[in-house]
C-alpha cells in the first residue's frame, strides 16, 4: 500500500495514509538503516501544517525509539528545506518529512532525504519498498513517546536559525538594506511565515503578510502558488503598491512570484530570472537543469552563455543528482521547485524568494522590467498546462494507446524527435515541444505544451485530448 512517487509518498488521509502503515514505513526506515550500519547517527523529522503531521513524526519517533535509533524531531512545524538543510549540515544518512507538500488538504504524506540533504532516488525509494513489504510483525512494536523521551532516544530540537542564518549568508543584506523593497508575503496558511518574514525583515524589507494563520485546509484552496490561488496576493500587490509579492506552497519547498504590475510569474520564468541574474550579475559559471515539463527558454539562455541545459524525469530527486554529476549552478521545474548551487541540494521556496529580492537591489530594476528584457533578448514563449482525472479503465487505456502502442494524432507541426523518457514529449522543428503523462503524486494525466504563440500551444494540446478523448 505504500509506494513512493515523484514527491515521496502521499496518500488520502485516513485510507492509505493510516498510523499502521505510517509505522510500518517507521520499521522499514529502522530496517535499512541498521543494515547499512548508519542506525547509529539516528535521523532528522521534521513536519507542516497538515492534520495529523505533528502525530505522524511522533508515531514514527516512538517506532525508531523501540528499535534503540535515536531521533532528533524539530518540535514545530517546519519548512521542508530545514529538514534537507540539518541533514546535509549534519552529515546524517536520512532524514523524513512530514508533509503531501501542494496537494489537497485531505492527503499527508512523508518525504526521505538522503545524504547530502538529497531527495531519496528511485533506487533509494524502491530500495525502502523492498524493506516495506518484509515488515510482518504487524502492528509494529513501539515505545511511548514520553518514554522515549526520558530514555534519551527522541530529542525535540529547533534548529530554525542556523538555517535562516545560512540564507541570509548567501545573499547581498547590506544591498537588499539599502534598496527599501516592499514585500507582500503569502505563506498559504503553510510554514514559510516565520523563516521567510525573519528573512525578510532582517534585510530591512517593508513587509506584509496575508493567509499567515494555522488552517489545515488552507482556506479551502489548493496550497499551491499559481494563477488561480495568488489572486488575493495579486490584489494586495496593487492595491498597496508592493514591489513584490511572494507565494510559498504548504511545505515552502515551491515558490510563486506577482510582480510590481500584478502579474503571475510562472515558475519557468522564475527560474530564467534565477539562472541569467547569477551568470550575468552573480558571476556563476555552469549548466542548469530541467524536467522535461519545463521550459525550452532555459536553454536558449544556457547556449547564450556558452553552456548546456540538461533535461531529466519529473521528480526532483532527478535533478538532484543530474545537478550534482555535471555540477550545474542551478536546477527546476514547472511547478515551481528549484535548486542553486551552494545551497542544499533540493528545492527551497525560501532560499529562492531571497535571490529574486537581491536580483532586485542589485539590479535597481522592477521584476516586470527585467522579464521584459529577457522575453526580448531571448523570445517569449507560451505554456499551456491541463490536467485531467480517468478511471482506472481510462488510464489502461491510455497507457497501451500512447507509451505501449506508440500511437500519435495528426500533428500539426512538423516533429524533431520524440522521447518517452517520462511519458510521451514530441519536440517540433519550430522550437516548440508537448508532454503527455501520467502524474506521480495525484491521479491525473497532465499535459503540458510550449509554443512561440498562446494559440499554438492551445492548439496542440486540443489535438493530443480529442486524440485521447479526454
Known amino acids: 500500500m505504500i509506494k513512493f512517487g515523484t514527491g515521496g509518498w502521499r496518500a488520502i488521509i485516513g485510507d492509505e495514509f493510516t498510523k499502521e502503515n505510517i509505522q510500518i514505513l517507521a520499521r522499514a526506515m529502522c530496517d535499512k538503516m541498521k543494515s547499512e550500519g548508519v542506525s547509529k547517527e539516528g535521523i532528522?523529522?521534521?513536519?507542516?501544517?497538515?492534520?495529523?503531521?505533528?502525530?505522524?513524526?511522533?508515531?514514527?519517533?516512538?517506532?525508531?525509539?523501540?528499535?534503540g535509533i535515536e531521533s532528533f524531531l524539530v518540535n514545530k512545524s517546519a519548512p521542508t528545506p530545514l529538514i534537507m538543510y540539518y541533514v546535509q549540515t549534519h552529515e546524517l544518512h536520512y532524514g523524513m518529512m512530514v508533509t503531501a507538500s501542494h496537494n489537497p488538504a485531505i492527503y499527508n504524506g512523508i518525504k526521505i532525504f538522503t545524504y547530502g540533504g538529497r531527495d531519496a532516488d528511485e533506487e533509494q525509494t524502491a530500495d525502502?519498498?523492498?524493506?516495506?513489504?518484509?515488515?510482518?510483525?504487524?502492528?509494529?512494536?513501539?515505545?511511548?513517546?514520553?518514554?522515549?523521551?526520558?530514555?534519551?532516544?527522541?530529542?525535540?530540537?529547533?534548529?530554525?536559525?542556523?538555517?535562516?542564518?545560512?540564507?541570509?549568508?548567501?545573499?547581498?543584506?547590506?544591498?537588499?538594506?539599502?534598496?527599501?523593497?516592499?514585500?507582500?508575503?503569502?505563506?498559504?496558511?503553510?510554514?514559510?511565515?516565520?523563516?521567510?518574514?525573519?528573512?525578510?525583515?532582517?534585510?530591512?524589507?517593508?513587509?506584509?503578510?496575508?493567509?499567515?494563520?494555522?488552517?489545515?485546509l488552507f482556506g479551502g484552496k489548493l496550497p499551491a502558488p499559481n494563477e488561480t490561488t495568488l489572486r488575493e496576493l495579486k490584489a494586495h500587490v496593487l492595491n498597496y503598491n508592493f514591489d513584490i509579492g511572494i507565494a510559498t506552497d504548504g511545505d515552502a519547498d515551491r515558490i510563486g512570484i506577482i510582480d510590481d504590475k500584478g502579474n503571475f510569474l510562472h515558475p519557468n520564468d522564475i527560474l530564467s530570472l534565477l539562472y541569467y541574474y547569477l551568470v550575468k550579475y552573480k558571476g556563476f559559471k555552469g549548466d542548469c537543469v530541467r524536467n522535461i515539463c519545463t521550459t525550452h527558454l532555459l536553454d536558449e539562455i544556457a547556449k547564450d552563455f556558452g553552456f548546456k541545459c540538461h533535461e531529466v524525469p519529473v521528480g526532483f530527486k532527478h535533478i538532484s543528482?543530474?545537478?550534482?554529476?555535471?555540477?550545474?549552478?542551478?536546477?527546476?521545474?514547472?511547478?515551481?521547485?528549484?535548486?542553486?548551487?551552494?545551497?542544499?541540494?533540493?528545492?527551497?521556496?525560501?532560499?529562492?524568494?531571497?535571490?529574486?529580492?537581491?536580483?532586485l537591489a542589485v539590479t535597481g530594476k522592477k521584476l516586470s522590467e527585467i522579464m521584459e528584457g529577457i522575453k526580448k533578448e531571448y523570445g517569449a514563449m507560451a505554456l499551456v498546462e491541463r490536467d485531467y482525472r480517468f478511471s482506472e479503465e481510462k488510464k489502461a487505456l491510455i497507457k497501451k494507446q500512447l507509451l505501449e502502442d506508440k500511437e500519435l494524432p495528426n500533428l500539426p507541426f512538423e516533429t524533431e524527435k520524440i522521447s518517452y523518457l517520462d511519458g510521451l514529449k514530441v519536440y517540433f522543428k519550430n522550437g516548440g515541444w508537448i508532454s503527455v503523462r501520467f502524474s506521480g503524486t495525484e491521479p491525473l494525466l497532465r499535459i503540458?505544451?510550449?509554443?512561440?504563440?498562446?494559440?499554438?500551444?492551445?492548439?496542440?494540446?486540443?489535438?493530443?485530448?480529442d486524440f485521447l478523448s479526454l
Open 128 to 216: 525502502i519498498e523492498e524493506f516495506i513489504r518484509n515488515v510482518t510483525d504487524i502492528p509494529v512494536e513501539a515505545m511511548d513517546y514520553e518514554e522515549g523521551l526520558k530514555a534519551g532516544l527522541i530529542h525535540e530540537i529547533y534548529p530554525l536559525n542556523d538555517y535562516i542564518d545560512a540564507v541570509l549568508a548567501s545573499v547581498d543584506v547590506e544591498k537588499i538594506k539599502k534598496a527599501g523593497l516592499k514585500v507582500a508575503l503569502d505563506p498559504m496558511y503553510g510554514v514559510s511565515e516565520t523563516s521567510l518574514k525573519t528573512i525578510l525583515l532582517t534585510m530591512r524589507c517593508d513587509v506584509e503578510t496575508i493567509h499567515d494563520r494555522h488552517d489545515t
Open 321 to 359: 543528482a543530474k545537478m550534482n554529476q555535471v555540477d550545474a549552478i542551478i536546477g527546476g521545474e514547472s511547478s515551481g521547485g528549484m535548486a542553486v548551487k551552494g545551497h542544499i541540494r533540493g528545492k527551497d521556496g525560501i532560499y529562492a524568494a531571497a535571490l529574486i529580492i537581491e536580483m
Open 44 to 67: 532528522v523529522i521534521g513536519y507542516d501544517k497538515r492534520f495529523l503531521s505533528k502525530e505522524t513524526m511522533q508515531w514514527i519517533a516512538c517506532v525508531f525509539a523501540k528499535e
Open 448 to 465: 503540458f505544451s510550449e509554443m512561440k504563440t498562446k494559440e499554438d500551444a492551445e492548439c496542440i494540446a486540443k489535438t493530443f485530448e
